[in-house]
């Protein structure tokens, strides 16, 4: 079965700064991998997502991902954190198989922004 | 366009009630999606239909649990003999076809008493 960790529970960055979220997930065929945010009181907002071809996807708000499938890994990075980036981070992975694409997260990651 | 929507937006319940949960997907969704998020947990898939009729219920955790989509539009998650764990935020997600992008609804928040 598959699975999705997020290392790294709480994670706070200064304003300004870079920012890489990690992702590992274990999945037995090609994944399909995903990275959404979640607001407080908001739902799942998809951020970027990887299907296949370049393993650098680029997302909305500046963010990007890389899929190292060496590393069984999709983290997430942004060169420069604006406070309006502070929430909750969740990768997922997706199923491919025939009854659609159910998906898995990982136990998600709080980002926290100082000013 | 209008998103996903998902009415109550919050529910109050007593132990042992019934409740059910209601998730309008966009315009021209043929699938939709339930998961279920705990506090401080990702969200955890529960079951997935394709038109109206469901194509994967592997997630369901007991039989107090069942979801109908009549239509192949809105679709209704219904939880009988509520109990204290069975308080979450509910999240119903809609997506064009079975293997494209989910789009998420903000999510019922269940509170069992």
């Known amino acids: 079965a598959q699975s999705v960790t997020q290392p790294d529970i709480h994670i706070t960055v200064s304003e300004g700064a870079s920012l890489e979220l990690r992702c590992n997930y274990s999945?037995?065929?090609?994944?399909?991998l995903f990275w959404y945010v979640q607001s407080p009181g908001q739902g799942l907002q998809l951020l970027l997502k990887?299907?296949?071809?370049?393993?650098l996807v680029q997302g909305i708000k500046g963010f990007e991902a890389e899929f190292k499938r060496s590393q069984s890994s999709f983290n997430l990075r942004k060169p420069s954190v604006h406070w309006s980036d502070a929430a909750e981070y969740f990768c997922a992975v997706a199923t491919n198989n025939n009854a659609g694409n159910m998906l898995t997260f990982g136990g998600g990651t709080r980002l926290m922004v100082k000013p | 366009g209008a998103g996903v929507s998902q009415t109550p937006s919050n529910k109050v319940t007593e132990k042992g009630k019934y409740v059910e949960l209601r998730c309008d997907p966009i315009s021209g969704h043929t699938a939709l999606y339930w998961y279920r998020q705990s506090l401080g947990q990702g969200p955890e898939f529960l079951i997935y239909?394709?038109?109206?009729?469901?194509?994967?219920d592997s997630g369901l955790p007991n039989d107090r649990f069942f979801a109908v989509r009549p239509e192949g539009s809105v679709s209704t998650l219904k939880i009988q003999r509520t109990e204290r764990g069975d308080s979450a935020v509910y999240l119903c997600a809609s997506s064009p076809g079975q293997k494209e992008t989910q789009y998420f609804g903000p999510g019922t928040r269940l509170l069992v008493l």
């Open positions: 999945y037995g065929a090609t994944p399909y």
């Open positions: 239909f394709q038109g109206t009729g469901a194509a994967d």
């Open positions: 990887y299907f296949s071809g370049d393993t």
